[in-house]
């Protein structure tokens, strides 16, 4: 349990914050690293992505790269709670999200990178981890959506008065 609680800074977004991104840039063979701790909030949705990659000796040997998002038991054993995102031997390197809708309780969790099955053989790399507030980025991209058809409405008012004044002054009459 000690290696999960690594003296990383807790990282909260129950106060307001709508996202954040880990540089991670680690390259292991591992079956448990990267550990990064965060503040969540039941009831609100997240979205958890993270950029990884898997090794060619890690391939041939059917490892993937496994990255959890995990409530640890306070007493030890089992996690209480488990999301992840996987990154198999074949898959090629692109980022990976998933939308969370289920976080039991407010509290500490915890992101991990597994090479998984154990014993890991060759290496897997995290670039990145990234925890978005959805709800957050929704509104964000509402008001993107909003202020692109005024801007749309703009433009085509413009080209009726351009086409408008046109006709009037410029039009050949026969």
Excluded at 43 to 66: Q, T
Excluded at 77 to 106: C, H, V
Aim: charged content about 25%; glycine content about 8%.
């Amino acid at each position: 349990m000690a290696a999960i609680m690594d003296n990383t800074p807790y990282n909260n977004l129950v106060d307001g914050q709508k996202e954040k991104i880990w540089e991670i840039n680690e390259t292991k063979s591992l079956h448990g690293f990267a550990f990064r701790n965060v503040l969540l909030e039941a009831g609100k949705k997240y979205i958890f992505s993270a950029k990884g990659k898997v090794s060619i000796e890690s391939r041939n040997a059917s490892r993937m790269l496994k990255i959890y998002l995990f409530k640890p038991n306070p007493n030890g054993g089992e996690w209480t709670y488990g999301r992840e995102l996987t990154f198999y031997y074949d898959s090629p390197d692109a980022p990976k999200s998933r939308e969370i809708t289920d976080i039991p309780e407010t509290g500490e969790y915890t992101i991990g990178a597994y090479c998984h099955p154990n014993p890991p053989v060759g290496n897997v790399t995290v670039e990145w981890y990234k925890l978005e507030d959805a709800d957050a980025v929704d509104v964000v991209k509402t008001n993107v959506s909003r202020n692109k058809w005024k801007y749309i409405g703009l433009l085509a008012g413009l080209a009726l008065v351009g086409f408008v004044v046109y006709k009037k002054f410029f039009s050949k009459k026969k």
